[in-house]
């Protein structure tokens, strides 16, 4: 089971970018896919995830109106797209994955990790 997180960078203020997290030895659909961000300073948390072939989603509250997680079944990845980035978004971005139906909120139940990504925006 393997998770790799790739599309970080440097972005101006009101930017986006597009996460991307590669699944391989498991099918996703059969998995809840989280999108998890740890701040300098701060502890990681839960911004965003994805549950099973239904596609239920959640977002933090700051998420909400501005990231958008969706998956390509085809190419066994899902993504975040950010949009109308800020200052405050800069952060490490890891995508990690656990079975099960539901969307849990806090890192520590999630069971696989992928390497982090690195989001930078400032002017």
């Known amino acids: 089971v393997q998770l790799q997180a790739f599309g970080g960078g440097w972005v101006q203020p009101g930017g986006s970018l597009r996460l991307s997290c590669a699944i391989s030895?498991?099918?996703?659909?059969?998995?809840?896919i989280g999108w998890i961000r740890q701040v300098p300073g701060k502890e990681r948390e839960v911004i965003s995830c994805?549950?099973?072939?239904?596609?239920?989603?959640y977002y933090v509250d700051f998420a909400k109106g501005r990231f958008t997680i969706f998956r390509d079944a085809a190419k066994n990845t899902t993504y975040l797209q950010m949009n109308y980035l800020q200052p405050k978004d800069t952060a490490v971005y890891f995508c990690?994955?656990?079975?099960?139906?539901?969307?849990?909120?806090?890192?520590?139940?999630?069971?696989?990790w992928g390497q982090g990504t690195q989001v930078t925006v400032s002017s």
């Open positions: 990690a994955a656990l079975g099960g139906s539901t969307c849990p909120t806090a890192p520590k139940y999630y069971h696989y």
């Open positions: 030895g498991f099918p996703q659909d059969f998995y809840v």
């Open positions: 994805i549950a099973k072939s239904d596609g239920t989603t």
